[in-house]
């Protein structure tokens, strides 16, 4: 039986964690975090992991290189044969090495779930956290940069059938129960 992956993508605030918990929990599969790979290849007191550890002490984002390399041989070391990927691909760069991987691996893409949030709704719920870098301004230009990356991508998997978009604007439990209805009529 070949390995399925089923990818969550949505901007900051929208959700896309707990709902990847959700699903993991109905569904059955392995929630894969690629920031929470590298954290742990950080914590390694060893060459990459002191490499990355400097990148992300930067405040630096980790070479595209590197952290779909380090997430893919963690996919195809993976004993779980259904794999949530919660937030990757994220440009048509990573889309790209994605869909390579995937074919070479013989990995079925399952879905691609897109939990989209207004912009009004991002700042609200990100300023509700009280981070010091959640401040109005900061946030509507992560938001501009995050949907000037991902739109290509979003419309890509939308033309292959593989799109899965959810109203994220929604209170939890209704974005869930969207996104269970929606699975269901993919995964039998």
């Known amino acids: 039986?070949?390995?399925k992956i089923l990818v969550m993508l949505g901007p900051a605030g929208s959700g896309?964690?707990?709902?990847?918990e959700m699903i993991c929990?109905?569904?059955?599969?392995?929630?894969?975090?690629?920031?929470d790979l590298l954290k742990k290849i950080a914590s390694k007191n060893n060459?990459?992991?002191?490499?990355?550890?400097?990148?992300?002490?930067?405040?630096?984002?980790?070479?595209?290189?590197?952290?779909?390399?380090?997430?893919?041989?963690?996919?195809?070391?993976?004993?779980?044969q259904k794999l949530l990927i919660d937030g990757f691909p994220r440009d048509t760069d990573q889309t790209a090495a994605l869909d390579y991987f995937i074919y070479s691996k013989?990995?079925?893409?399952m879905s691609v779930v897109f939990i989209s949030l207004s912009k009004q709704e991002v700042i609200k719920r990100l300023i509700k956290r009280d981070r010091a870098d959640d401040l109005p301004r900061v946030i509507k230009r992560r938001y501009s940069i995050y949907l000037?990356?991902?739109?290509?991508?979003?419309?890509?998997?939308?033309?292959?059938?593989?799109?899965?978009?959810?109203n994220g604007n929604k209170p939890i439990e209704e974005v869930f129960k969207e996104i269970s209805q929606k699975l269901k009529h993919k995964l039998c």
């Open 106 to 109: 013989n990995i079925e893409l």
């Open 47 to 80: 060459k990459e992991g002191k490499t990355i550890k400097k990148i992300m002490a930067d405040g630096k984002l980790v070479p595209f290189e590197i952290s779909s390399n380090i997430l893919f041989k963690h996919i195809e070391k993976e004993k779980h």
């Open 148 to 166: 000037e990356r991902t739109r290509p991508v979003i419309r890509r998997y939308k033309e292959d059938q593989k799109l899965i978009e959810i």
């Open 1 to 3: 039986m070949s390995k």
């Open 25 to 35: 929990k109905t569904f059955g599969f392995k929630h894969i975090v690629e920031s």
């Open 16 to 20: 896309k964690s707990t709902q990847a």
